[in-house]
Structures are given as C-alpha cells and as structure tokens.
C-alpha cells in the first residue's frame, strides 16, 4: 500500500514561470531528496530531473508547476516529482521519449533522460496540458 504525503502548495510546490523558479524547484527537490537519504550522486540525478521539467515546462507551456513527495510502500521510500503545466499538450508523446529527437534545437536527452533516471514515469497529456508523473525509489539504508 503506497502511503504518499500530501502535497501542501506551500511547502511541496514550485509554480514555474520564470527561469528563477527552476532554482527554487531543483532546490525542493534536493532537499526532499537528502531527507529521505538519498546517496549525493542519486540526490544530483533526481535534482536534474526536476531542472529538466520545470525548464520544459518554461520553454514549452503556458506556465504550472512542479509537486514534489515523499512516498513509502512497506519496504521503500522514495520521492515522487510531478510535472503539471498548462500547456497545449504533447502530440506525439513516442517521438517526445525517443532520444536525441528535439524540437528546441537542444540535445534531445529531457523527456527520454528523465525517464531513465527515474525509476517510475508516465505522462498523461491533451490539449489541455500535461501531467508528468515520476518515482525514485531509494534502495538500502
């Protein structure tokens, strides 16, 4: 049974509107991720998959905002990072998860890196924004 906190907007959510608020996302993110013992080079990773969302959500939407949680099951912890923008949506979401395909002229690594580093991704999409789901669990103590 996942027993996940609940987000409170202040404390667990970064809205996204400028390039200041990845800042402060990737440092939410890094602090949650230290928290719950997350080793420096894991705590560096999710920390990027959190600049790499808020970053999309900059670049590519009308605005929204990173969520970030602490989850347990009765054997893990982890860390639970959502996207959700206001944006007209992915069209092609299998193009947007293959590697080295941008549409930004960039490296092409966001979407398709996000999702290997984390340990848990989906994306649900329409034209009335995305939602971008994603899970980190921690492993030994």
Request: hydrophobic fraction near 35%; aromatic fraction near 4%; charged fraction near 25%.
């Amino acid at each position: 049974m996942d027993k996940t906190l609940e987000i409170t907007p202040k404390k667990d959510q970064v809205e996204i509107r400028t390039s200041q608020d990845i800042i402060h996302a990737r440092t939410l993110v890094r602090s949650v991720a230290t928290e719950i013992g997350f080793r420096t080079v894991d705590q560096a990773r999710i920390t990027t998959v959190a600049s790499e969302l808020a970053r999309n959500i900059l670049m590519y939407t009308y605005g929204g905002h990173i969520c970030v949680k602490l989850c347990s099951d009765t054997i893990k912890t982890g860390i639970k990072i959502v996207a959700i923008d206001k944006g007209p949506g992915i069209e092609n979401i299998p193009e947007a998860l293959e590697t080295n395909m941008s549409t930004s002229k960039g490296l092409g690594a966001g979407l398709p890196g996000v999702k290997n580093i984390m340990d848990e991704f989906s994306i649900d999409s329409s034209n009335k924004g995305t939602k971008i789901y994603t899970t980190k669990w921690r492993i030994g103590s």
